[in-house]
Nanobody
Framework: QEQLVESGGGSVQAGGSLRLSCAASGFSFRRACVAWFRQVPGKEREGVATIDSLDKTYYADFVKGRFTISKDNAKNTLYLQMHSLKPEDTAMYYC?????????????????WGQGTQVTVSS
């Protein structure tokens, strides 16, 4: 069964760090687009960071310099290391993937999603 399972969310104070993980089963992260998104109730889901099929990374401006996306193909696991967290980073974080060798597009492009992990940052 193909699925993504996120973990690592929690509650931290502003300035703190968390590392999110996304374990894949049933498929591989090789030669695929893999990404982290986040969503706050009442707002659209937004992209946070992406790794494309050539392992090039992309970041939303609001996380550049603070978050790092990485993956371990052998473990089929995607990570998001988050530092210098801010209250505005509070959201449900989702991982997503699609087996594709071209441009990694936005929310509607991805066909596999995890269930999400909550990150809460207090001031």
């Amino acid at each position: 069964q193909e699925q993504l399972v996120e973990s690592g969310g929690g509650s931290v104070q502003a300035g703190g760090s968390l590392r999110l993980s996304c374990a894949a089963s049933g498929f591989s992260f090789r030669r695929a687009c893999v990404a982290w998104f986040r969503q706050v109730p009442g707002k659209e889901r937004e992209g946070v960071a992406t790794i494309d099929s050539l392992d090039k990374t992309y970041y939303a401006d609001f996380v550049k310099g603070r978050f790092t996306i990485s993956k371990d193909n052998a473990k089929n696991t995607l990570y998001l290391q988050m530092h210098s967290l801010k209250p505005e980073d509070t959201a449900m974080y989702y991982c997503a993937t699609r087996r594709y060798s071209g441009y990694c597009a936005g929310v509607s492009f991805y066909n596999y999603w995890g269930q999400g992990t909550q990150v809460t940052v207090s001031s």
